[in-house]
């Protein structure tokens, strides 16, 4: 869980107000709220999961919270969340939808929720109330706009089972029963964890109580407009090692794995392209192209630090900025060529069949933002990334991510994808979803 003063206030206004409450099974009702806390990344969504119940099951009211020092934007998910049992149940929770924080919250009490080992013994009741928690699961993970998954998780998913049986075609089935995610996805889920973790939820995506914190034990002085950039360095290396020890097998690289098992690993001088698949989430999170670019310099240098490593990196975030901001495509191939020397004047069609397996920046990069530029749509951008060959998975990542920026996600992809993801990857992809997207 996440300890600041404000979570600490919450942390107790919750145990008083569940004091002497249990739940179905008879546990203590304030193990629910506790459980939730502890997935959220950042100082509000903790106390939103902590005092989701107390307004609609104590007598605490909202002026209460108020005049112990909540916040306005955990008040009004708070007020989201209190159900009229005269509202319908799932006029309900579109509204709750529609605000990034109940949203969050909301889908880990269902979840938790849904959870029938809680209970002493299942009964008809138990189980139509989890149907109607999975109708309301289905609601809260289905923006309107589609912009709903990473689209770096949708090309490292497509390019899986073509890694190492190159396709060089544009026609292929996009999912096989094979196809699942690597380290692609699991470092890039990394990546958005961390930015969670430093930069908050603050609505200027400001550094917030939570990274202050963070920041007290770094000593830090040095940052960005949004995010300071020794707590972003290590909140980086934590949730990498964190998600890649848990995900140990997913097909790293020798010296990346040996990186995930060192205490206070250092930079191995890595030009490959690891950098610039995992940035995408950096190009949402940043508010100018140069802060997408001195946040991909953060990312990528903890293990990346050679020049060729960071500007693929970069380059990469640069591209999603650039996309997601609306720049046409001359604008964004030019800005690559003048500020990061890739030569971005070739076809793929051109290049398919001699290209070979790189997994260097320099020589899988360039390919990805081409993939990009010379597509129509989101899938016709991810296939004619994986049709280059070579290290697919990866460059239809780093594709898939610009790609996203741009289309947004076609909701039978984003579906299928997201069943493939454990939930644990989910739950931040949410998470990060509800903050930037």
């Not at 998780?153 to 096989?176: C, I, Q, R, Y």
């Not at 930015?195 to 202050?212: K, N, Y």
């Amino acid at each position: 869980m996440i300890y600041t003063p404000l979570t600490k206030k919450a942390l107790s206004l919750c145990f008083e107000a569940h004091r002497d409450q249990v739940d179905k099974s008879g546990m203590p009702y304030v193990f629910h709220p506790f459980h939730l806390a502890e997935q959220m990344c950042d100082e509000r969504a903790v106390c939103v999961a902590l005092l989701h119940d107390v307004m609609e099951d104590t007598p605490t009211t909202a002026d209460e919270l108020r005049a112990a020092g909540m916040p306005e934007d955990v008040m009004r998910a708070l007020e989201l969340l209190r159900h009229d049992p005269a509202e319908p149940y799932m006029s309900y929770v579109e509204r709750i939808a529609a605000d990034p924080l109940a949203r969050q919250v909301k889908q880990a009490d269902l979840k938790h929720n849904s959870d029938l080992s809680r209970l002493d013994e299942v009964d008809q009741e138990a189980l139509a109330r989890v149907a109607k928690y999975a109708e309301a699961l289905t609601l809260l993970q289905r923006p309107a706009d589609g912009r709903n998954m990473l689209g770096a998780l949708v090309g490292d998913m497509v390019g899986s089972v073509f890694e190492w049986d190159n396709v060089k075609s544009v026609e292929f089935p996009l999912f096989a029963d094979k196809s699942t995610f690597t380290d692609d996805s699991v470092m890039t889920i990394a990546v958005a964890h961390a930015l969670l973790r430093a930069g908050g939820r603050m609505p200027d995506r400001g550094a917030g109580p939570s990274a202050t914190a963070f920041a007290s034990q770094a000593g830090a002085s040095e940052s960005l407009e949004g995010v300071n950039r020794v707590i972003l360095r290590r909140a980086v290396v934590a949730s990498m090692q964190g998600f890649g020890r848990r995900y140990y097998d997913a097909g790293y690289g020798g010296k990346f794995h040996k990186w995930l098992r060192t205490p206070d690993p250092k930079p191995y001088n890595s030009w490959g392209n690891g950098s610039a698949m995992r940035v995408s989430p950096v190009g949402w999170a940043a508010r100018s192209v140069e802060e997408a670019e001195l946040l991909a310099l953060e990312t990528a240098q903890v293990t990346h630090n050679h020049p060729e490593g960071i500007k693929g990196a970069q380059a990469a975030a640069a591209c999603v900025f650039l996309a997601r901001e609306g720049y046409d495509n001359a604008d964004i191939r030019s800005y690559v060529e003048c500020n990061h020397g890739y030569d971005l004047g070739f076809r793929i069609d051109d290049i398919r069949i001699g290209y070979e397996f790189d997994v260097s920046c320099q020589g899988s990069v360039p390919h990805a933002i081409v993939a990009f530029l010379e597509s129509d749509g989101f899938e016709d951008a991810i296939r004619r990334a994986v049709s280059i060959g070579g290290d697919s998975d990866t460059i239809a990542a780093i594709t898939g991510g610009i790609a996203h920026a741009r289309y947004g996600i076609p909701q039978a992809i984003a579906d299928e994808v997201r069943r493939r993801l454990p939930h644990d990857l989910l739950d931040v992809v949410d998470q990060f979803c509800g903050v930037y997207l």
